[in-house]
């Protein structure tokens, strides 16, 4: 299995400062079919279920605000929101699709400072 | 706009099985290109996902889970369904049901609890 592991646990940022999300997988997901890490990101808002936010490590799912981005390649990947919102309180995760089984990280909380 | 809604048993006694069904409305279960899976979550931990099952009835389980786990999928009633034996109180869980979109979770029920106590 794929280890998912995350920095930090948590992390209180204040409301327009960026948020940056680590996550760092055991072995590379980047696949040779087509060049694209199998990285997504989602972020869970207290009560709900996870959204989905970014795939392919940086492609952004329709809909979802521009502040938030992913980069990264290989086993490294960031999430970062540009500028906290109210709205962005939530716990995030990452979790690949390189190969089964689909493995998340453990999640990182975020909040406002 | 689709939507997925759990339903079953919300508390399970030790060793006995656990089913679950996800009733889909809004699109159909037999769309092309999609997968249907099942992912936990026990209170206050993160996700594990535990299998998909395709509108055919071919199905990938979590090999940590797969001697325990059948799932299933009744075109006719838009639905897919799953069933846990053997359970203990480590399956006790938010137990969500999600449409999978190249193995990514694209939209997800709002989940249901599953307590395992006797």
């Known amino acids: 299995d794929i280890v998912m592991t995350q920095s930090p646990d948590s992390l209180a940022v204040s409301l327009g400062e960026r948020a940056t999300i680590n996550c760092k997988s055991s072995q590379s997901v980047l696949s040779s079919s087509n060049n694209k890490n199998c990285l997504a990101w989602y972020h869970q808002k207290p009560g709900q279920p996870p959204k989905l936010l970014i795939y392919?490590?940086?492609t952004r799912e329709s809909g979802v605000p521009d502040r938030f981005s992913g980069s990264g390649s290989g086993t490294d990947f960031t999430l970062t929101i540009s500028s906290l919102q109210a709205e962005d309180v939530a716990v995030y995760y990452c979790?690949?699709?390189?190969?089964?089984?689909?493995?998340f990280g453990g999640g990182t909380k975020v909040e406002i400072k | 706009q689709l939507r997925l809604q759990e339903s079953g048993s919300g508390l399970v006694k030790p060793s006995q099985t656990l089913s679950l069904t996800c009733a889909v409305s809004g699109g159909s279960i037999s769309s092309g290109g999609y997968s249907w899976s099942w992912i936990r979550q026990p209170p206050g931990k993160g996700l594990e996902w535990i299998g998909y099952?395709?509108?055919?009835?071919?199905?990938y389980y979590n090999p940590s889970l797969e001697s325990r786990v059948t799932m299933s999928v009744d075109r006719s009633k838009n639905q897919f369904s799953l069933e846990l034996s053997s359970v203990t109180a480590a399956d006790t869980a938010l137990y969500y049901c999600?449409?999978?979109?190249?193995?990514?979770?694209?939209?997800w029920g709002q989940g249901t609890l599953v307590t395992v106590s006797s």
């Open positions: 979790q690949q699709y390189y190969s089964t089984p689909l493995t």
């Open positions: 099952i395709y509108h055919s009835g071919s199905s």
């Open positions: 392919w490590a940086s």
């Open positions: 999600a449409r999978t979109r190249r193995e990514l979770f694209d939209c």
